[in-house]
T-cell receptor
């Protein structure tokens, strides 16, 4: 069966360090993959999109990698800040028509 | 301001009483989707629309209906709500091969 796996345990890191979150998938062939941030009780906010033929994408302190052989995406936040504390969701689109399937998310806590 | 507007934000209703959650976007986006979010299950897609009059079922469509008569609006209809439809609902829109913009959510309780 198709599955998108994100670490369900919260990730606690110290301010200034790099946070790395993982998204693994099985039985998908995504055309592209997206990452979102969600704060409690609010709608997800789009962060980055990476296509199947791209290895890496950057935006300010954010970096996403996409390895279609390993069926994995890594999401990095460098120089993390307490304001980065949130739940981060990955989402896959197989057909290229923006029909997204979401993982359950990983909660990140950045401590002073 | 570019946004997706959902109404109402909160709704408590009784089993079997038909309801509609409205969704409107002002970005001229082709794609619109409805998701429900439940603890431990994450966001699950209910219905999806690629353009006016084009809709498709998502992963959990049972008990829901949608329509897309205009590009900007994508209402979610619960003909006969049941307690297992108590959830947090999100509407979202996007242009082709771009990220989704989500609404603020509708917290629905069915008693």
């Amino acid at each position: 069966s198709q599955k998108i796996e994100q670490n369900s345990e919260a990730l606690n890191i110290q301010e200034g360090k790099t946070a790395t979150l993982t998204c693994n998938y099985t039985n998908y062939s995504p055309a592209y993959l997206q990452w979102y941030r969600q704060d409690p009780g609010r709608g997800p906010v789009f962060l980055l999109l990476i296509r199947e033929n791209e290895k890496e994408k950057r935006k300010e302190r954010l970096k996403v990698t996409f390895d279609t052989t390993l069926k994995q995406s890594l999401f990095h936040i460098t120089a993390s800040q307490p304001a980065d504390s949130a739940t981060y969701l990955c989402a896959l689109d197989e057909g290229g028509g923006n029909k997204l399937t979401f993982g359950t998310g990983t909660q990140l806590k950045v401590e002073l | 301001e570019a946004q997706v507007t959902q109404n109402p934000r909160y709704l408590i209703t009784v089993t079997g009483k038909k309801l509609t959650v409205t969704c409107s976007q002002n970005m001229n986006h082709e794609y619109m989707s409805w998701y429900r979010q439940d603890p431990g299950l994450g966001l699950r897609q209910i219905y999806y629309s690629m353009n006016v009059e084009v809709t498709d079922k998502g992963d959990v469509p049972e008990g829901y209906k949608v329509s897309r008569k205009e590009k900007r609006n994508f209402p979610l209809i619960l003909e006969s709500p049941s307690p297992n439809q108590t959830s947090l609902y999100f509407c979202a829109s996007s242009s082709h091969r771009d990220g989704y913009t989500f609404g603020s959510g509708t917290r629905l309780t069915v008693v």
